[in-house]
Every structure is written in C-alpha cells, then in structure tokens.
C-alpha cells in the first residue's frame, strides 16, 4: 500500500511547504536585484559612460558554477536556464540590453538570442546579417546575434564577409542542437514505409541516410516538421522525420534516432559587439588571416597551434575582398588572447600572414 | 564625493554576496522541484490516470501572492514572470505541459502562450483555430491558446464559432496589452511632420487620432513598427507610430502617448483545455447563451446580472450555427460559477434561454 494517498505528505502541507519556499525565493531574488544595482552603481562611478554592465566572461563563470555543483531534482540545463531569466531581469532593472538579431521573429536566431540573454532583454529582428552588424556598429543595440555555422542553409559566408569590413568583436557563442528522428504512429508497419514526410530542410540534412535505408520511398516536403508529425499519425504506411518534440508530442514511436548525415547537426550563433572580454576560464578566440597565395601558405597558418600546443576547433577559407590577397582563413580554437601560448601563436602567424585580425575571444557556449 | 568608486562596495564583495544569494537561489529552487514532484505523486496515488498536474487556480493564486507582497527592486510583473518560469520548470520535471497555439511561430499567439505557460511547456503551432480545438480534444495537447478578442484583426468570430460545436472549458485568459505612440527623432521639426510611418494595422489602430490630430501628412505602411522607428530616426520631417520598445530602442521622443483609437489597445486570449477550474478567488466566467429571436430577448439576457448584481465584462451576438435560433450571446462577468449569485444568474437566464453553455469559469488573467 505504499502508494496509497496517505504514505504521502497532504497536499495542503506541500502546498504550505512551496509557500515558504516562495517567501524566500522572492527575498533573494529580490536581495540579487539590489546587488546588481549595486553593481551597477560601483562600475559606473569607477568607469562612466563607458561602462558595461554586461559581463559575458562573469555570467558564464557563474553558469558553470552553478551547473557544475547542481544536484537535481532539476536537471543543470534546467537551473541554469531559470538563473539567466534570474540575471537577465536583474540586468534589465539596470537598463534592459538591447539586442539586434537576424530575423523574422519566431527564427532559431530569437532563440539563440533569447536563449543567451534571457527574456529580460529587448530584441530586434533585421532582415539581414550586414544590417545586424551596422546596428551594433551604430550603437542604436549593445550586442547582435547572427548564425555562424549551419550545415543546411549556407549562411556563415555572409557572416564572416561581414567582419572582413567590421570593427566588432565576437563576445560570445551559442549552440542549438538539432537532432533528427524517424518516426511512426502507433498502427504503423516499419517494413511498408512507403511515404516520408518533413521539412525540405530537414529531409535534405538526413539525404544519405534516406537514400540507404529507404530509397524506394517517397520524400514529400511539409510545411514544418511538427505538420509532419501531426501527419503520419494515423497513417499506416508513412513516416515522419522530426526532432524530439515533436514525437513526445504526438506520441509517435522512433523508428530510428539521429539520422542526420552530419553526425554534430546543430547551429552555431555568434554575439557581436563592441567590448573585449577577459577571460572566463573556458574560453574561445576566432582570427581572421589574410594570406598571399603561395605554396605552403596553408601550413604556415596551421604550424603555430601544432608547436604551441593550441587545439584549433574550426578553419573556414574565403575569397578575400579586396582580391591583393587571394586567401582569408577564419579560425577558431580553444583559448583565450591573454594566456600566452595563445600570445605566441598570434605572433608566429603575424611574422608569415599579410594581415592578422583578432575577431574576438570569448566564453564557450555554456548551455 | 558620494559618487567616487571607495564609497561603494567593491566589486569583489558584491560579486561574493550575488555567489552566496545564486547558492541558496539553487538550493531552494531544486527544493521547490521536489515539493512539486511530491505533490505530484500525492495527485496521482488520489486521482489516478486523470490527474491533472497543472491547476490554473493555484498558480493563480501563488502568483497574486507573489506580486502583492512584492517590495521590490524588481517590479511586480518581473518577479511574477520569474516565478512563473520557475512553476514551469518544476512542472514540466513531472511531465512537461503540451500546448498547442494557433501559429505561426513567433505570433502574438505564441507569445500569450509562453507567457501563461512558460519556456518549460512544450508548445506547438497550428494553421486554424478550428485546429487547435480539435488537438486539445483529441488529446494530443493538454491545452490550447486562441485569441478571442482583437481589435484589428477580427479573429474573434472564429474563436467564438468553435466553441459552438466544442466541449473544450475556458481554463485562463491572457491579455497582452498593446499600446501605440507617434514618436520622432532627436532633429525633428514635431510642427513639419509631413510623413507617419507604421505598419499597416498600426495605422488603422489610429486613424481617428490621425485624422484629428494630423489630416494632412502622408500615412505609410511599413513592414513592421521596428522598420518605421527605425526609418524616422534621422529624418526631420516624419514621424512613426510603434510601441514603447521601438521607442527606447530608437531614442526616440514620444509626441504622444496611447494614441491607438480603442482606449484599451490589448489583444485577449484563451486558454482552453478539458478540465474545470476552481474558483482562485478572483474569476470571469464566459456563458453562450442561445435566444428566440423575439421582442425583448436581450433584455432577458442582461436582466438578470443587474438583479444579482454580477459585473457582466463583455457581450457579443453572433448568427447561430443550426439556424433554428436566431441570436448566440457570447458573455463574460466576474465571479464564479460555484458562487450563489452567480447560480442564481444561471438559473435565471436558463429559465429564458434555448440554449445555455458555461464555456468555463476561470482565473483572470494575472499578469
């Protein structure tokens, strides 16, 4: 009888119970406001109208600290998903942070923006990645967000095109996830899927792994991957691709998990603006080198981080704009400009490169 | 020398008392999950497979109490939206809610949604209101989210005709108020304005304030409120009409203020599930009420709120669906169907009408 009603505490004791606990949940989120304000008051008195009261290095230390020493019930995600809506109002009682993003609103760009500034900040669509950088420049926002890597829509070019001719400075990163599933309703036969429904993106992200476990079968475009889902529910013979929402959602069975042929499907946002961040700890820089196309030009970027022990984590080639240099290399890797390994590979490639631009250090993505 | 930096505390100290406060923050939040997760199991051992985790009564009552006794510095409506993230959280430990909204992504809809349900809900958009009625009688959803009254848009009619062939309850209302101002930029001559830009319904929000106040300057549509701001910045002949974010996001000067024609520029929306909802204490109960089409068949509608004194909020009549009756009245009033004058309402017009539907009685909207 050990789940009978009365092995548990009544409701009405639990409920008294978060009671309280709301009591002192609001003293303190309340006594961290009066803190922030604090804060903000200190800086300003010590550095005047420069101040910034956004501190990507600060927020992601206290992130870390507190996923790293979470016990649950809630998952580290979770919390650290309330403290930044927690950080983002004590912010915003300072003076909200505004943020220009590349829209139209409802886009995983809002996302990543809403992810990583919280719902404190007031955000801005653009229609376009070089407006989005024109109204950091401008000042009219304090930070932009603009999507750097993703495997199916081709838009780093203009992103990193866009820091050819910019003066800002990367201060952080964010990454969504996207995982992709083929799933069925529950009357279903897997052995006569003769249909497959999604998104064009996303049936174009799983191509190879559709092309050979289901060849025969035909691919039909949906407005979004949940219309998909919603489909296939009750179809017998037909299949969905969708992420993990979407199955939870309308209960439907995974047939197969992560059929995405880039094994890492997720998209990758920059944060631009105008300030240099310390170091956080875990931290990331981007460069952008300018090269004279001769022979062992590519080797000469790379050998640095081999001989100075810097693990390098991505390099992107670009045509270079004003056509005297034929290569521009983009590289990220782990580090930040302070430490001084970081400071020996910069100055190894600065002997060899025609131009070097340090296009900012920053925080890894936290969550 | 008040301002000088030595009379505040240092950073160092501050930023050690905002670690201690995230510390105990974590502790009482992962404790609040727990309660939660205990009064879930205490539901579900008592209720068994109907249990519904989510009570719309009891938020609203923790979130009243919460904004009551709020003493600041953050205000009222940012501590309660804190609070309401931090409720779903704990909820969706359990199971998360799913809610399905009429869409797209990034509509008002979805943001009435969030707000009533937080990020920790799993929403998803539908194409028709008609659609997300049948979800959330299907089951596939715990809830749905429709506007039902807006002034521009004219959605209502929809909304209100589901209902007819539905036996969904109103679980919740939400209100997003909109409000519309004529603001320019730093160089402006207010005297010269020659040009207004705003979005298209934005206009039409205000065109008898335009009319009065500025006949003759050219009204232009633009794809957005943001795109006006931003566009009238530095001109010094127009002017453009978007709401407060645009403003502080533009620096922009005000004109005027509240402009939009209708004195209470809010759109409302539903939430509509398949559960009753105990009275919170401060409720609206929404009737449909079907009347022969005879001489004095409104008068019997009203008749009987004024005698109970019940606070009647909102009617509307709309063409009935079966022909046979002539007039639906859609009506909203304050109180609860489990109050003894709102009963005797009830039984009042019963005794009158051809038909009488309790849509639901549920809290109003808090936030």
């Known amino acids: 009888m050990s789940d009978s009603p009365s092995s548990w505490p009544d409701l009405a004791t639990l409920r008294d119970r978060i009671d309280d606990i709301d009591r002192q949940l609001q003293v303190l989120i309340n006594q961290r406001a009066e803190c922030a304000q604090q804060v903000a008051q200190s800086k300003m008195a010590a550095e005047g109208d420069d ?6 290095e600060r927020e992601a230390q206290v992130l870390r600290q507190i996923m790293e020493r979470n016990q649950g019930p809630l998952s580290s995600e979770e ?5 930044r809506e927690i950080m983002s109002s ?6 909200p942070i ?12 809002q996302q990543a923006a809403l992810k990583h500034f919280g719902h404190g900040a007031i955000s801005v669509p653009m229609t376009a990645i070089d407006e989005v950088f024109r109204e950091v420049e401008a000042g009219a926002v304090d930070y932009g967000v603009v999507p750097v890597e993703n495997s199916t829509e081709g838009v780093i070019s203009h992103t990193l095109d866009s820091f050819m001719d910019s003066s800002l400075q990367i201060c952080g990163e964010v990454v969504l996830r996207i995982h992709q599933h083929l799933m069925v309703g529950e009357n279903s036969r897997p052995d006569k899927i003769s249909t497959i429904y999604s998104h064009a993106s996303s049936l174009a992200q799983c191509r190879k792994w559709l092309d050979a476990h289901y060849p025969h079968a035909e691919r039909v475009a949906m407005p979004s991957n949940a219309e998909a889902a919603r489909k296939v529910k009750g179809e017998w013979h037909s299949a969905a691709i969708a992420g993990d929402m979407a199955a939870e959602l309308y209960g439907l069975t995974r047939l197969a998990e992560k059929i995405e042929d880039t094994p890492d499907n997720s998209t990758r946002f920059l944060i631009i603006g105008r300030q240099e961040v310390p170091p956080s700890g875990d931290d990331k820089t981007s460069l952008m080198v300018s090269m004279r196309n001769q022979p062992g030009a590519l080797f000469e970027v790379l050998d640095p981080f081999h001989r100075h022990g810097v693990d390098m984590t ?32 910069l100055q190894d490639i600065g002997e060899k490169a025609a131009d070097l631009k340090i296009l900012g250090a920053y925080p890894r993505g936290v969550l």
Do not use: M
């Not at 101040?51 to 990507?56: E, K, Q």
């Not at 505004?98 to 760009?109: H, Q, R, S």
């Open 51 to 56: 101040t910034h009261f956004y501190r990507p």
């Open 79 to 83: 919390i650290a998903r309330l403290f």
């Open 90 to 95: 004590c912010l915003a009682l300072e003076r």
């Open 98 to 109: 505004k943020v220009a993003y590349l829209g139209p609103e409802g886009t995983f760009t």
């Open 314 to 345: 991505r390099i992107e080639s670009r045509p270079s704009h004003t056509g005297v240099w034929n290569y521009v290399f983009f590289i990220d890797f782990k580090g930040h400009t302070a430490s001084s390994n970081v400071q020996q590979v």
